[in-house]
């Protein structure tokens, strides 16, 4: 069972929420939370659709540790911003756990995910990159920032909806790029919009990228560029992925610092997306906008 599918009982959710678990099981009852039922009857839900009914209804979670996740901390009340300054301190003291409880408050306050990459993480690390710059943080604090990172965003998988596996996406960094949280952000938004998404990591030479789009022709391939050292050597490579999306009916979505506005105009590209929260509204608009792929019996097909 993918995490996204994992399932949880009226008990514990009544629990992490606080309620009754008679009035729990009333809004399985009423369909307020989407509810299967087990072999002998018993009534589950998807921990994904227990999420979503807590943040969209506002309903305070008072004992998460029911459900594997982070106890509520005082994260909620300091907002995006003294969000991202708390985060900064955190990472740079290596303190993983304030880290992820902090990343859980702000989720479970409603924002996005894509709003939580934009405008806490990505804050947070810049301020990292500032400190390393003028010599207040070492490289071993700016890796170590990204681990943590990293190990808070792989456990919000499993609160994420189910993905289609009509909507494919793949993605990568090209080679001496080392960067990986752009990449792992990328994915994760990409399923919170219901995308089947793939993160194939950083530092991929262009040809086993072009021939990843030949073989799986994803709908949606994302490039994220926040490092080269020679210009022509990366158009160059680039070029040879665009190539291989191009053949494939495979959109070419990029982002990334280096990607200023004169070396865009070098490049052949479907969409060029400066956030995570531009590249949320470019999926959702997506999946409104294209027809589901089908196959020659007019059957829809997930390639
Ligand atoms: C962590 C880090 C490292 C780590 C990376 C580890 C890892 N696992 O990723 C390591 C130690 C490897 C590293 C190495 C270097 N680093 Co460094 N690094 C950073 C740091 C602090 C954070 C990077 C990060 O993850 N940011 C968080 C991400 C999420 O933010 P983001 O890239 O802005 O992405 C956002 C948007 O751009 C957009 N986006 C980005 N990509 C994509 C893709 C798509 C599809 C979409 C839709 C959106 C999108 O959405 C994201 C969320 O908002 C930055 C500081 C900074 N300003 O980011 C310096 C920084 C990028 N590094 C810098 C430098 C100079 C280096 C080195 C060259 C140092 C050296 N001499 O060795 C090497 C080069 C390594 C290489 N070959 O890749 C400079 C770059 C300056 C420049 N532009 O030239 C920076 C800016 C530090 C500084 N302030 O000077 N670094």
């Not at 606080?18 to 589950?44: F, M, N, Q």
């Not at 999420?51 to 506002?58: D, K, N, S």
């Not at 991929?204 to 990228?209: G, R, V, Y």
């Amino acid at each position: 069972m993918d995490a996204a599918g994992e399932l949880v009982s009226p008990k514990q959710v009544a629990r992490a929420i606080g309620v009754s678990e008679s009035s729990l099981k009333r809004w399985c009852d009423t369909g307020r939370i989407p509810t299967t039922r087990t072999a002998g009857g018993h009534r589950r839900m998807r921990i994904a659709d227990v999420i979503r009914f807590v943040r969209e209804e506002q309903q305070p979670l008072t004992t998460p540790e029911v459900l594997g996740l982070p106890p509520v901390t005082d994260g909620a009340q300091l907002g995006l911003r003294r969000g991202g300054e708390r985060l900064a301190d955190a990472l740079l003291a290596g303190q993983a756990e304030s880290v992820r409880r902090l990343l859980f408050d702000l989720y479970f306050a409603g924002h996005s995910l894509s709003l939580l990459c934009d405008q806490v993480i990505a804050a947070a690390l810049h301020e990292v990159g500032r400190r390393w710059e003028c010599r207040t943080a070492e490289v071993y604090q700016e890796r170590r920032s990204c681990e943590i990172v990293q190990q808070a965003l792989s456990e919000f998988r499993r609160l994420l909806p189910p993905t289609d596996s009509q909507w494919t996406a793949l993605g990568a960094t090209l080679s001496d790029d080392q960067y990986t949280l752009p990449g792992m952000m990328a994915d994760l938004v990409l399923r919170d919009c219901g995308w089947s998404a793939t993160n194939l990591g950083p530092s991929i030479p262009a040809d086993s990228l072009a021939s990843a789009v030949a073989t799986q022709r994803p709908r949606l391939f994302w490039l994220s560029v926040s490092y080269f050292t020679d210009e022509a050597d990366f158009v160059a490579q680039f070029t040879v992925v665009a190539e291989a999306c191009r053949n494939a009916g495979s959109l070419l979505v990029i982002g990334g610092q280096m990607l200023n506005e004169p070396l865009r105009r070098r490049l052949q590209f479907g969409s060029h997306c400066d956030s995570m929260q531009q590249l949320e509204s470019l999926a959702r608009s997506l999946r409104k906008r294209w027809p589901r792929r089908r196959n020659s019996r007019g059957v829809s097909r997930t390639r």
